[in-house]
């Protein structure tokens, strides 16, 4: 994966959400299982002042708040402009959520300066992230 590429930069605003979003559902599948729960400790290590941490469920991978997908991995664009848009391989965004997640995590992220698209950099603009996929397909 390329730093700076369309599908990094999506990862690693999916990967900052994970981190930040407040009433997580994480739904995972059995052979994930172990690997989220290290997350989940190691989020609670790296972020002490952190009091509530995402709830895993088993199944197929998705990620929700209040009933509601975080992310949305259909080909077909999702109307919710709340939703961040990554139509790839969903055993692939897993895997390498998890890794980004930790990257972040290690960076000292959410206290790191410029690690999470936050303060001196740009929000991030699903608008133009959903015409970025387009153009790239």
Same mark, same amino acid.
């Given at each position: 994966? !390329?730093?700076?590429?369309? *599908? $990094?930069?999506?990862?690693? /605003? @999916?990967?900052?959400?994970?981190?930040? +979003?407040?009433?997580?559902?994480?739904?995972?599948? #059995? #052979?994930?299982?172990?690997? $989220?729960? #290290?997350?989940?400790? &190691? =989020?609670?290590?790296?972020?002490? /002042?952190?009091?509530?941490?995402?709830?895993?469920?088993? @199944?197929?991978?998705?990620?929700?708040?209040?009933?509601?997908?975080?992310?949305? &991995? !259909?080909?077909?664009?999702?109307?919710?402009?709340?939703?961040? $848009?990554?139509?790839?391989?969903?055993? !692939?965004? +897993?895997? +390498?959520?998890?890794? =980004?997640?930790? !990257?972040?995590?290690?960076? @000292? *992220?959410? %206290?790191?300066? %410029?690690? %999470? *698209?936050?303060?001196? /950099?740009?929000?991030?603009?699903?608008?133009?992230?959903?015409?970025?996929?387009?153009?790239?397909?």
């Amino acid at each position: 994966m !390329e730093d700076n590429s369309q *599908y $990094w930069l999506a990862l690693r /605003e @999916g990967a900052r959400r994970l981190l930040v +979003e407040q009433e997580l559902v994480i739904t995972v599948p #059995k #052979k994930s299982e172990n690997h $989220w729960n #290290k997350l989940i400790l &190691f =989020m609670a290590d790296s972020m002490p /002042e952190r009091l509530e941490f995402p709830t895993l469920e088993t @199944g197929r991978f998705s990620v929700s708040r209040n009933l509601q997908p975080l992310f949305d &991995f !259909e080909l077909k664009q999702p109307e919710d402009l709340d939703v961040l $848009w990554l139509p790839y391989r969903v055993d !692939e965004l +897993e895997s +390498e959520l998890l890794q =980004m997640c930790s !990257e972040l995590l290690l960076a @000292g *992220y959410p %206290g790191c300066s %410029g690690c %999470g *698209y936050r303060d001196e /950099e740009k929000n991030w603009d699903e608008t133009i992230h959903r015409l970025s996929v387009q153009n790239s397909t």
